[in-house]
């Protein structure tokens, strides 16, 4: 693996100039703050201000209690978090940038001209080039959402009046190109050049040809999560007391206050996700790339796993729901690897996460209950019986814990009380995933739909006659995954429901995800 100084030259040449002229961004006192904390790749954590991070991929740190500086190596840095405080999402009706390699950008878009769109966010101005955009979304939809035809063109949903004289909404599709957004006009051309009110416009989807896992450069990068909840790849080129500057190929130099920036992770690839696929079926666990091609599988005694995920040291945790068990494995060549840590005496484990302390989370059926056990001792330091049957498992920002089972779905603090709940009713939850935006992702197996939720339990999104859902994953830009046990594969899905396969002819399929 190459050093960060060789990292950001790789990017630079890469993105063959970036996306425009740097942001620029007013000089502003911070927010008092809590000291920055520093999450290394050991678990550990360092808490000081970063007062620098110089060309050879060193982070200065001031440390908190002595007041001396040293150095931190990048690679020893998992996430470095900005103050105390939480994300605050961005309204659900700000204009959007959904970028195409993952992420977001929030805030008034100003245009779109020569295949480049201007919007300004509370950390700056960026402007992008219409290879890196997904789609841009312009409202919320208020009516009901059109199909979407497989066409090679872009596509543009407008809100208009129903017709028959209901006066009802619904969304209306328009195929062509996208010219230009300038004030309140939309100029896109169909068989000719038309003008739609910018009102009326919801979403406009670009098609762009998506590149290969080739195109990606190498290196340690950052991904930077705003406190309206916004994301961004790029890397790390300086920390001061006040700003943090970047170089993005989305975004080109920019220089962020402090205060909008609510953590940096590091990661290998100019991405929020490599989009490697790891699924449990009957034959074992098997991890996929981005074509579909099994890459690496693991089949000593974990055939019909709950769940398998790639952990930050490379190794995959598995919840051996057969044998009772949850593995570490360290994969090994094309296929096969050591068990390096195992859980024994469980009762049928469906899911497992490994939490950011080092425990490990399990959703353990049989038992009804859900247990963090010490990553050591390995003795139980947390347990919940607040659903019967549970079937998946997530560790909130907040600390809550969501725990989906046969019950419905239930959000519980660490005294064990209920923050949040969803009975059965016209949702049967198996797995559940709950989104950066606040909503509550469900794949409801007998039901055979993939349903997103609002804090409220209105429904914002759904995908309907599948087959067999077992689970669904958000992507970060914006597409959904879903493991169709019904039908043997793994399908990704738009926003606009325009679906395409990802694997086929998996046996059974029970878990999936994605790192």
């Given at each position: 693996m190459g050093n960060v100084k060789q990292a950001l030259w790789l990017l630079v040449l890469a993105a063959g100039g970036g996306g425009g002229p740097p942001a620029a961004f007013p000089q502003e006192k911070p927010a008092a703050d809590e000291a920055d904390r520093i999450l290394l790749t050991d678990r550990t954590e360092r808490r000081g201000e970063i007062t620098g991070c110089d060309p050879s991929g060193i982070l200065e740190v001031r440390d908190r209690e002595t007041g001396r500086k040293g150095g931190l190596v990048v690679e020893q840095v998992r996430k470095i978090r900005f103050g105390r405080d939480e994300i605050v999402l961005a309204d659900a009706k700000s204009e959007r940038l959904y970028l195409s390699q993952g992420g977001t950008l929030s805030g008034r878009l100003l245009g779109y001209e020569g295949g480049v769109a201007s919007i300004e966010t509370p950390?700056?101005?960026?402007?992008?080039?219409?290879?890196?955009?997904?789609?841009?979304?312009?409202?919320?939809?208020?009516?009901?959402?059109?199909?979407?035809?497989?066409?090679?063109?872009?596509?543009?949903?407008?809100?208009?009046?129903?017709?028959?004289?209901?006066?009802?909404?619904?969304?209306?599709?328009?195929?062509?190109?996208?010219?230009?957004?300038?004030?309140?006009?939309?100029?896109?051309?169909?068989?000719?050049?038309?003008?739609?009110?910018?009102?009326?416009?919801?979403?406009?989807?670009?098609?762009?040809?998506?590149?290969?896992?080739?195109?990606?450069p190498p290196g340690w990068f950052s991904k930077i999560l705003f406190r309206n909840g916004d994301r961004l790849a790029g890397v790390l080129r300086s920390v001061g007391k006040d700003r943090v500057g970047i170089f993005s190929h989305l975004v080109g130099e920019a220089e962020i206050e402090k205060r909008h920036i609510h953590s940096i992770a590091f990661l290998q690839h100019a991405r929020m996700t490599v989009d490697n696929i790891i699924v449990c079926d009957q034959s074992g666990v098997r991890e996929f790339?981005?074509?579909?091609?099994?890459?690496?599988?693991?089949?000593?005694?974990?055939?019909?796993?709950?769940?398998?995920?790639?952990?930050?040291?490379?190794?995959?945790?598995?919840?051996?729901?057969?044998?009772?068990?949850?593995?570490?494995?360290?994969?090994?060549?094309?296929?096969?690897?050591?068990?390096?840590?195992?859980?024994?005496?469980?009762?049928?484990?469906?899911?497992?996460?490994?939490?950011?302390n080092g425990n490990t989370l399990v959703a353990e059926q049989q038992a009804g209950r859900v247990v963090e056990y010490d990553a050591r001792t390995k003795a139980a330091v947390w347990t919940c019986t607040a659903m019967n049957y549970p079937t998946s498992v997530q560790r909130l920002e907040n600390g809550n814990t969501l725990i989906c089972s046969f019950q419905g779905l239930v959000e519980v603090d660490r005294e064990g009380r209920t923050r949040w709940t969803l009975g059965m009713g016209r949702i049967r939850p198996w797995k559940a995933q709950r989104l950066d935006n606040g909503n509550t992702l469900i794949a409801d197996l007998q039901r055979n739909q993939v349903v997103?939720?609002?804090?409220?339990?209105?429904?914002?999104?759904?995908?309907?006659?599948?087959q067999r859902p077992v689970q669904a994953i958000r992507l970060e830009d914006g597409s959904t995954l879903i493991l169709e046990q019904g039908e043997g594969r793994v399908i990704e899905v738009d926003p606009s429901r325009r679906s395409r396969d990802r694997i086929t002819g998996l046996n059974v399929p029970m878990g999936m995800s994605t790192y």
């Open positions: 950390a700056g101005t960026f402007r992008v080039r219409r290879a890196d955009i997904r789609s841009i979304f312009l409202g919320p939809l208020q009516g009901q959402f059109p199909e979407i035809k497989e066409e090679r063109k872009d596509v543009l949903v407008q809100e208009a009046v129903k017709a028959g004289g209901d006066g009802k909404l619904e969304g209306q599709a328009a195929y062509g190109e996208l010219l230009s957004i300038v004030k309140d006009r939309v100029v896109f051309r169909t068989a000719k050049e038309e003008v739609f009110g910018r009102a009326a416009v919801r979403r406009i989807f670009l098609h762009n040809e998506r590149p290969a896992v080739s195109d990606l790339d981005l074509q579909g091609r099994e890459v690496w599988s693991y089949t000593a005694n974990v055939h019909n796993a709950g769940s398998a995920r790639r952990l930050e040291n490379g190794n995959v945790l598995i919840a051996s729901t057969n044998s009772n068990q949850v593995l570490e494995v360290e994969p090994s060549g094309k296929s096969g690897g050591k068990i390096v840590w195992r859980l024994d005496s469980l009762s049928y484990p469906l899911d497992a996460v490994r939490l950011e997103e939720i609002d804090p409220q339990s209105k429904d914002v999104w759904h995908m309907e006659n599948l």
